[in-house]
């Protein structure tokens, strides 16, 4: 769930319904079954009961519920969206769980600032992440996080892992870029190409793996998070557009995850390089996604490395 809002509804949501001031997208997340259950069971699988929450991100309100309905006996939340957060709380004021959960219409950096937080809490849960993982405010978040942890604090989703490979896609890199149509020169545009990466059905567009699928990142709030330069076997010989990722939130034995063919309310996300590259079947490029979601080729070596 998100804390991020931009300070108009996106374009779609003004015209099918004006009164809405937050993205559309919650209905498609609310009804992802897979990740609820996800949820669920790894709230379930923790010792809740009589334990304290803090949730980073409350949406419409459904974890807390899901907290407070597995025993917690305070949890906190904090929903920056200030439509949602009041949507948050009329749906915890019509449950039984009214008297356990308090909702902050700040951000967890204010919550940090003012002390809001009697204590530390048992357990800190965040579901902010974009296509990309880390477009919803990652690295300020797991600053947060920290600040408000104890010794003993259960943190969910304990580790992000995103995986990715090389593409051979003009479909996805026609996304972001356009040069000559009808013989007019239109690159002027490419100004203002979305940097980083941007969020794509994959499904929906062709494209030619190019490289074995690796394991490019791993995120912990908890700790420091430094980029690596990461080897990707090619497998194909073609034209490198840039990368395909997707993530797998890791919550104890449950995963919830934003693959292909898992079929989530997340988008993929595509990083396109600067210009496409040729790589080389039975090469190695090395990569890395650098803090702000670009992907950037370190090098190229001979030889194959094993994909993770």
Known sequence: MTERVTSAPAFDDVVYNPDRRFPSWHYRMLNDAARNRAIEAAIAALPVAGKTVFEIGAGAGLIALLFAKHGAARVYTCEINRHLCDIARRIADHSEYRDR???FDVSSGEVVRR?????????IFTETVDSGVIGEGFFGIAADIKALMGPDTVVLPQRIDQFG????SQAFYDLNFVHDVCGFDLSFLNTYSTPGYLPVW???HDYAPLSESVLLRSYDYTVANPAEARPLPVTRSGRAHGLLTWFALRFGAETATSAVDAKSHWHQAFHPFKAPVAVSQDRTIVVTLENDGTASISNETAGGASGG
């Open 101 to 103: 959960i308090e909702i």
């Open 115 to 123: 002390g809001l937080l009697p204590e530390a809490p048992d357990i």
């Open 165 to 168: 490979m090389l593409v051979d």
């Open 202 to 204: 994959a499904a929906l």
